[in-house]
T-cell receptor, first 113, second 112 residues
Framework: DTGVSQDPRHKITKRGQNVTFRCDPI?????LYWYRQTLGQGPEFLTY????????KSRLLSDRFSAERPKGSFSTLEIQRTEQGDSAMYLC???????????FGPGTRLTVL | QQPVQSPQAVILREGEDAVINCSSS?????VHWYRQKHGEAPVFLMI?????EQKGHEKISASFNEKKQQSSLYLTASQLSYSGTYFC?????????????FGKGTKLTVNP
């Protein structure tokens, strides 16, 4: 029974560069979520997918952020023209048909220099 | 919209009990509880649905009072492994995305 996996675990980039993260959910889970977490705060919702459809996106998410989930399997989160304020832990979670809990992956820690 | 957790931090000795509260200004459909250890991802503990139910998970249980828009997490006879930051995540919409709004967390430290 494999859990949620994320790749890479750490990413250091320079301001202005583009980065892409990958999330592989638990295989039977049809819902996938992206959250961002900064030090001392709880996870902050970014977007979520049901199967391959992106159904909701946070208003806090600028146009520099985009997410995809082709074929309803893995998902990618891309940040274009990174800024120092993007430095955070990016968490992916998946869940089965609600009401069920969300199961988080280990996260990708992004540092923008 | 962000739920308020209290206390912000609590220090216990092994074997002592603790209560962590989560309050919302909005009507809630469900409350999720998670524990996160330093440098790790949040781990799902339990979900409580509208209906005022109480759930238990070994020595950790929780209640949900939908009228007061509050949930409480009860840790009984705490163990060293209970140390970590506890987050409540609240869902506002019934049958919706299960999009969660998390509180700022309660840091629990259990000492020998």
């Amino acid at each position: 029974d494999t859990g949620v996996s994320q790749d890479p675990r750490h990413k250091i980039t320079k301001r202005g560069q583009n980065v892409t993260f990958r999330c592989d959910p638990i295989s039977e889970h049809n819902r996938l979520y992206w959250y961002r977490q900064t030090l001392g705060q709880g996870p902050e919702f970014l977007t979520y997918f049901q199967n391959e459809a992106q159904l909701e996106k946070s208003r806090l998410l600028s146009d520099r952020f985009s997410a995809e989930r082709p074929k309803g399997s893995f998902s990618t989160l891309e940040i274009q023209r990174t800024e120092q304020g993007d430095s955070a832990m990016y968490l992916c979670a998946s869940s089965a048909r609600p009401p069920r809990g969300q199961f988080f992956g280990p996260g990708t820690r992004l540092t923008v220099l | 919209q962000q739920p308020v957790q209290s206390p912000q931090a609590v220090i216990l000795r092994e074997g002592e009990d603790a209560v962590i509260n989560c309050s919302s200004s909005k009507a809630l459909y469900s409350v999720h509880w998670y524990r996160q250890k330093h440098g790790e991802a949040p781990v799902f503990l339990m979900i409580l649905l509208k209906g005022g139910e109480q759930k238990g998970h070994e020595k950790i249980s929780a209640s949900f009072n939908e009228k007061k828009q509050q949930s409480s997490l009860y840790l009984t006879a705490s163990q060293l492994s209970y140390s970590g930051t506890y987050f409540c995540g609240t869902e506002l919409t019934q049958g919706g995305s299960e999009k969660l709004v998390f509180g700022k967390g309660t840091k629990l430290t259990v000492n020998p």
